[in-house]
């Protein structure tokens, strides 16, 4: 399943972030101080990691993002460019500081996060506009919801003023990050595709169709892909041309107009989840942007999230389109012989 055209643009619209993560031999309790074992910093969110990801399939990307801070910024940067993203529009803040995520890994695997977002706070529909005829030239725009709420309806706003296709991950806004429930502006659901895991889907929805084990997730059975189709049909009853449900190893599911769909998951070796959901979101991307075959382009990015789970670390783990192509006809040549 090769791309059929190559360099498409995309608009990648994101948070931008440093991970800073010590492992450590247990999470230290309140008030104790323990020694790490091992420091790694890299470049991490939703707007290099997609954008990256994109670039990798050969497209031509751009990142709209905010960065600040001279040291932070300038590793961003160096890394972006490294994947040939092109940064023109991944603005400055003035006395802000890039995003930072503290990451404590313990002896087990298991890991405690902070995460500070610094300048991504600061992004605005001015910086928005800045970039309108880059948003306007692009075949797709991807948003990470997880910004300002006015940044964000003010892409979707200029992308739609230019027909540009946008694929919306409607994450909570910024401004509502302590809040309990998720209150999204009807805009996000004026998006070509909608693309959240289950679980965010159904707290958008309010999640009055979800089962739920006894700790408030929903419930992890076969049943789940039932629920998904219910909570995709809502969404797209909402506005959104379609909505795509993500589930981890239980595949994902898109619905639109004509229907659902579920896409069962590649089977691989997990090593690190990390990454998964935006090596999807940066492939999907790629893909339509391509050639627009939603179900199609859902397959090539569900063998994204495949392969970056195979790998520790977040952009150095990303798959390029040749590692996608060769995941995808290996898994038709074992279908062929299991229909033998």
Known sequence: MEMPERS?????????????????????????????????????????????????????????????????????????????????YVFFAEAKSTGVIVTLVDAEGENAACHYTGANGALQPADIQLAEERIGQARVC???????????????????????????????????????????????????????????????????????????NPAQSGADIRTAKMIGSDLVARGA?????????????????????????????????TGSGEAFAGALAAYCAAKYDLREAVKFASAAGALVCTKFGAIEALPTEADIIQLLQREDIDLLKHRR
């Open 241 to 273: 041309h379609c909505a795509i449900l993500t589930m981890g190893p239980r595949g994902c599911v898109v619905v639109d107009r004509s229907g659902a769909d579920h896409i069962p998951a590649f089977e691989v070796d997990v090593v690190d989840r």
């Open 8 to 88: 498409p643009k995309v608009v990648v619209i994101g948070g931008t972030y440093i991970d800073l993560a010590v492992r450590c031999a247990r999470i230290p309790a309140p008030g104790q101080q323990l020694g790490g074992s091992a420091l790694s910093c890299a470049v991490a969110g939703p707007g290099p990691l997609q954008a990256v990801q994109a670039a990798l399939c050969h497209c031509d990307v751009s990142l709209i993002s905010k960065i600040g801070g001279v040291a932070f910024a300038q590793m961003a940067l160096k890394s972006l460019a490294e994947y040939r993203v092109d940064t023109e």
């Open 142 to 216: 991807l948003i990470h919801g997880c910004l300002p709420q006015e940044a964000i309806v003010a892409a979707i706003h200029t992308a739609n003023l230019h027909r540009t296709p946008v694929i919306l991950n409607p994450a909570r806004p910024i401004e509502q990050t302590d809040q309990l429930g998720v209150d999204l502006p009807s805009e996000y659901f004026s998006a070509d595709c909608l693309v959240c895991n289950l679980t965010s889907a159904a707290q958008i929805t309010e999640g009055s169709q979800t089962r739920r084990d006894a700790f408030g």
